[in-house]
């Protein structure tokens, strides 16, 4: 009996640990979708160039693992702005579709190109963080617990620079009201541009912390992608405490699953969920009615 | 008038016949039967994306499972191609029944996501019911059709297999497009909500295309299985969604000639691209998204519209078939 429970509690650890990258992503997923009303297919490759780049940068360059997912998520963050501000930006002034396919094509840009370069072969990254601890019965590695640390700390810094910085107010006013953003002088190109780079940036960290637990490679980004919809459609699109409920459930859910149902059904979970709560409570399990895109 | 355009499609058809004989190794004429069963694919996506207009992400689903029930129906059961690919139709087209049911209730973006999550849940299928699908390592020893005890194996008679089912799909979408049918469907691209007030049942017609379209997709499936006698889950992937997508997209939505001339590009361009590998998809990326950026109308419409503008300027006076 103990067992069990010890593995149960081993489970949740796990799959908090993957869930606090899902809200990451989603999180940046979440304010692209909820600011810039844009549903970005491209968000799971910008995770992919996050955990590519810092292997990248670890392997052939020689760099440590924090130096190189700190310079790793800069560049994809710009990668991102980029994007935004040439391809993403021409499209969204045609039509919301269009806009969507986009991203799409930008996706499969970046998940060839990546494989054209780097070969499709998982890598693994060698983290620093790789003591053990004990806690009772249960066994945490540095590694799970810097992600549990730095993504509690990275919500919580977000959420303050979207409550009380200049910057966090012009993109909630964008986010409420363009025009009139615009009308009390605020640049609302350039808070889209910045919003996508900083969602880009949010994706890009999930993807270097999770590179040492699983693997990395250009194609990684493709399940994840979708992932990321299913966690805002857990918890509400729009709603930015949602995207971190919802990536914690998910991952739990996967991690319990995996555990003790079927690792390769596990998927079927998430998908099943997403689709059901489309259709039954559009608003997500957090979500206010008539919040939403 | 109307002689004039069927000597024009007549010409169409006598080039298509002639063609295989003219090229010039078997590695092209294997890309002209691919050609072929790729065109099927974005024909059944157009329908949904260019007459209906709702971005579909699912189409593998359908394309993998058509595939993989032609497949299973003739080897397992041992029943002739010509009625295992009739079930891999029907298959398709439940299938694509209970999702549209489902998915088509929602709009835009939304049902774009729901309809890639049951693309997703399909390869997932594919890939672990092992006793039904032998799962990744893929299903092999298709057996090939055969016609009064000849097997279409080999890549001429497989194209004109292919070729046939192509005519006769572009003669039944044509007839549904010029239907009432067809255009309840234009309405419903135009304006939901207006065709909806106009008495127009706009949720049953979406069903309905999206049912034909999963069904031409099965059919497009079984036609590959039973061409190359392996598949794997790979069949239900993103990539030939996103291939069909490009396929429509560059050729031009909403357009049979269109869509065909895109399926054309499509697989011809990577023989000229070989060289660079699998930097191709990324290649097809930048074009599908140049193709959206400067030419939402695809190459079909810009060509035709240049010709047009063209011929105005010199006085001359060119019957020009009404691109919708």
């Not at chain 1, 194609?219 to 914690?248: D, E, R, T």
């Not at chain 2, 357009?255 to 895109?262: E, F, H, Q």
Request: net charge positive; with cysteine; proline share 3%.
């Amino acid at each position: 009996m103990m067992d069990y429970g010890a593995a149960i509690g081993q489970q949740l650890i796990n799959g908090v640990v993957l869930g606090l990258c899902y809200a990451l992503l989603a999180f940046g997923l979440n304010l692209i979708v909820g600011i810039l009303g844009i549903m970005s297919f491209a968000q799971g490759e910008f995770y992919m160039l996050g955990g590519v780049f810092t292997f990248a940068f670890m392997q052939y360059l020689g760099l440590g693992y924090v130096t190189s997912i700190l310079a790793s998520i800069l560049i994809v963050a710009f990668i991102g702005a980029l994007a935004e501000r040439f391809l993403i930006k021409p499209l969204a002034e045609k039509d919301m579709e269009i806009t969507l396919l986009g991203t799409f094509a930008i996706s499969i840009i970046l998940m060839n190109l990546l494989e054209y370069i780097f070969g499709n072969t998982p890598q693994k990254i060698f983290t620093p963080f790789k003591t053990l601890y004990n806690i009772g019965p249960l066994v945490i590695n540095q590694q799970r617990l810097v992600i549990i640390i730095a993504g509690i700390l990275l919500v919580l810094l977000f959420n303050f620079m979207l409550k009380n910085t200049k910057f966090g107010i012009s993109v909630r006013a964008t986010s409420q009201n363009k025009v009139a953003a615009n009308l009390v002088g605020i640049n609302v190109a350039k808070t889209y541009t910045l919003t996508f780079g900083m969602g880009c940036f949010l994706a890009a960290i999930a993807g270097a912390l999770m590179g040492p637990l699983s693997a990395v490679y250009p194609s990684m980004g493709q399940n994840i992608g979708l992932k990321g919809f299913v966690v805002i459609v857990l918890g509400g699109m729009g709603s930015l405490p949602g995207a971190v409920y919802g990536g914690i459930i998910l991952g739990v859910i996967e991690s319990l699953g995996a555990a003790f149902i079927s690792s390769e059904w596990k998927d079927l979970i998430g998908y099943g969920a997403m689709i059901l709560i489309l259709l039954f409570k559009p608003q997500g399990l957090f979500g206010r009615k008539g919040a939403g895109v | 008038m109307k002689r004039l355009i069927d000597k024009k499609y007549l010409v169409l058809i006598i080039v298509f016949i002639v063609l295989p004989f003219l090229v010039p190794s078997s590695y092209v004429r294997n890309l002209l039967v691919l050609a072929g069963i790729f065109a099927l694919l974005a024909l059944s996506t157009d329908l949904v994306l260019g007459y209906i207009g709702q971005l579909t992400l699912g189409q593998s689903a359908f394309f993998g499972v058509g595939a993989y029930a032609s497949a299973i129906i003739a080897k397992e059961l041992g029943i002739p191609f010509w009625i295992s690919i009739i079930g891999a139709i029907v298959i398709a087209g439940v299938l694509g029944y209970f999702i549209g049911f489902i998915s088509l209730r929602l709009r835009g973006g939304y049902f774009a996501i729901t309809t890639l999550a049951f693309a997703q849940i399909m390869k997932l299928i594919a890939n672990n019911w092992i006793e039904l699908t032998r799962g990744p390592m893929g299903y092999t020893k298709i057996p090939s059709p055969s016609i009064f005890g000849l097997e279409i194996k080999s890549e001429i008679p497989y194209y004109f297999l292919t070729f046939i089912f192509v005519v006769l799909i572009i003669i039944i979408i044509k007839r549904l497009i010029d239907s009432p049918t067809g255009r309840a469907y234009l309405a419903i691209r135009e304006q939901e909500d207006l065709a909806r007030a106009v008495g127009i049942d706009v949720f049953r017609h979406k069903v309905q295309a999206f049912v034909i379209s999963a069904m031409i997709a099965g059919l497009a499936g079984g036609l590959y299985a039973h061409y190359f006698r392996f598949i794997s889950p790979d069949l239900l992937g993103i990539q030939y969604t996103s291939m069909a997508l490009m396929m429509v997209f560059v050729g031009g939505r909403g357009s049979i000639p269109g869509v065909l001339i895109g399926a054309g590009i499509y697989t011809v361009l990577p023989e000229t691209l070989r060289m660079a590998g699998t930097l191709r998809m990324s290649i097809f990326g930048v074009i599908l998204l140049l193709c959206i950026m400067f030419m939402p109308g695809g190459i079909y419409r810009s060509i035709a519209g240049w010709i047009k503008r063209k011929s105005k300027k010199n006085g001359n006076i060119v019957q020009q078939t009404t691109v919708s």
